[in-house]
């Protein structure tokens, strides 16, 4: 689909994990199925370790390599800078991005913390720079459709939201903390641990389908105090959270249930959500990523029920650009839409949600979430205070 007309999109990534992979994957695959006037080139790529970074770039097809990321943003031959790094790296490079007038395209969490999300929330839209961030899972088609299925009133008033999001790989207390992919496990590097992890995904998908959470009561657990910590070679306290719990109120009077843990045997990741509203139910898990679950409550009686929607048809969000009806689409594809959202939104100056602005209110009920924990009370979100 690439037209002679196409501009280019020259990226720095920042980063060669997971998430590096997921992404560069997007790139590569967007303007083969989607239409854009902007093609994505994978311009740098900058790790850490020379050798790793040097393998991820020929794999990928990366330009140019570097070690040093400053130097991947100040480079004239670079137009948007991907941040697939720890967490706690992600405000320095995004800040300096911005300013540097790159676009920026940040992993989530956005933020460490509240103070560090609203520098660069400012920082980005000072620079008035093109901005989102990568939570991918309201780009699944399903999910997407659940978005239009409440914006056309079919649920009529929403009573309930309920959420979970379930692994069980860090059950072990042999599981080191610290270090590639481990990191997460790391208070230092990751902020902290199921709550921004996971729980940050359900509170993104959440207020995205039955907007702002007000105020939020809950607990968290860390099950393993201690775990050695590959860089120091030394037995740590563990200072994340292995397991949340919340209950909250939307600000639309609706009640929500949000649970998320590493520790749940036999769920990889089940992330799964319900609405319940006045007239109908949806619900959805990530482990049948293809189907939305739906009752309506108005369906004649004798044939009333659950539906199990298999989102593969052309009238599907973003399933036209893909195989013939009935055919499947994977994880992956979440990410191929969002950039195929992110080229769009350049061709019309508009912003491809969630902005560093929106990823900022998931960080504030994230960290009311744990203020709540901490305190055993109930605590406020201050939904959209920033100026
Ligand atoms: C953690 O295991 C993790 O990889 C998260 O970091 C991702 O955001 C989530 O989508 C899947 O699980």
Redesign the pocket.
């Known amino acids: 689909m690439v037209s002679n007309m196409t501009r280019e999109l020259r990226i720095a990534m920042i980063g060669y994990g997971?998430m590096g992979k997921a992404h560069s994957n997007a790139y590569r695959q967007v303007g083969q199925f989607f239409s854009t006037a902007h093609r994505p080139v994978l311009q740098v790529l900058c790790g850490r370790e020379e050798a790793k970074a040097q393998e991820f770039a020929k794999n990928w097809g990366y330009k140019f390599v570097t070690t040093n990321w400053r130097e991947a943003i100040a480079r004239d031959d670079v137009d948007a800078v991907d941040i697939c790094t720890p967490n706690n790296t992600h405000a320095e490079i995004a800040i300096a991005a911005a300013k540097a007038g790159k676009m920026v395209l940040c992993e989530?969490p956005l933020s460490m913390d509240v103070a560090e999300g609203e520098r660069m929330v400012r920082a980005i839209e000072s620079a008035k720079v093109a901005n989102t961030v990568w939570y991918n899972y309201r780009r699944i088609p399903a999910v997407t459709l659940a978005k239009q299925l409440i914006g056309e009133g079919r649920l009529g008033r929403i009573f309930h939201f309920r959420a979970q999001f379930l692994?069980d790989w860090t059950i072990s207390a042999d599981v080191p903390q610290g270090g590639a992919g481990l990191w997460?496990l790391d208070a230092r590097a990751a902020g902290s641990g199921v709550t921004g992890?996971?729980l940050a995904?359900c509170i993104d998908t959440a207020q995205w389908l039955n907007g702002p959470i007000s105020r939020v009561v809950a607990r968290t657990e860390t099950f393993i105090k201690e775990r050695l910590h590959t860089q120091t070679g030394k037995l740590e306290p563990v200072g994340i959270d292995d397991a949340c719990e919340f209950i909250c109120d939307f600000s639309n009077g609706s009640l929500g249930n949000f649970e998320s843990t590493r520790y749940a045997r036999g769920h990889k990741?089940k992330y799964f959500f319900e609405i319940n509203g006045e007239h109908a139910s949806i619900a959805w898990d990530l482990h049948d990523l293809n189907r939305l679950e739906y009752f309506d409550h108005r369906d004649q009686g004798l044939v009333r029920g659950w539906k199990s929607v298999h989102i593969t048809d052309g009238d599907h969000p973003y399933m036209k650009q893909w195989w013939v009806p009935g055919l499947s689409i994977g994880y992956e594809h979440s990410f191929i839409h969002h950039v195929a959202d992110f080229l769009k939104s350049l061709e019309s100056a508009t912003s491809t949600p969630p902005t560093f602005r929106d990823a900022h209110e998931t960080g504030k009920v994230c960290a009311a979430v744990l203020a709540s924990a901490a305190s055993g009370q109930w605590e406020s979100t201050g939904a959209n205070s920033i100026a």
């Open positions: 997971f989530k692994q997460r992890d996971l995904h990741a």
